[in-house]
């Protein structure tokens, strides 16, 4: 994905596309498993939930971000807000050996696990040359209801 030339130029232009394409609301909820020494689920808990607005799209099949065969019908692409912290959309994370951390995104009423995080954006940080990542593109999955 693309890093910005000029200061502040990913998010200034993040933050437009957003207005112009009006943003679409979803559901961002945090997962939290902990599993025992066989690989079970002993316990889950979820937060209630918080809106967050991104670019959501069907994920085109002509694409070459995506693996062959990887692309079912009804997944999405999705572009959020990203700052690498623990607010962010995250596909899982360990947080201890038994705990890990996953997302889930309810978007127009269908539930969507977030499975791949993409490219990020970049822009160029105030105090130094380093690089500050400013939205990201992800793969986002149907729930299969049993």
Do not use: C
Not at 29 to 44: C, F, H, L, P, Q
């Amino acid at each position: 994905m693309a890093s910005a030339k000029t200061l502040a130029g990913m998010r200034k232009h993040f933050a437009q596309v957003l207005r112009a394409w009006g943003g679409k609301s979803a559901i961002h909820i945090k997962i939290t498993e902990t599993i025992d020494e066989m690989g079970n689920v002993i316990d889950s808990s979820q937060d209630s939930g918080t809106t967050i607005y991104g670019i959501i799209s069907p994920a085109s099949y002509k694409e070459t971000y995506y693996a062959p065969g990887t692309i079912q019908s009804g997944d999405l692409t999705a572009f959020f807000w990203y700052t690498d912290t623990d607010t962010d959309v995250v596909v899982s994370k360990q947080i201890t050996p038994n705990t890990s951390r996953h997302d889930h995104i309810i978007y127009e009423g269908v539930e969507y696990y977030v499975a791949q995080l993409g490219e990020i954006a970049y822009d160029v940080k105030t105090t130094s040359v380093d690089w500050e990542p400013v939205f990201a593109r992800y793969k986002l999955s149907k729930v299969n209801e049993e």
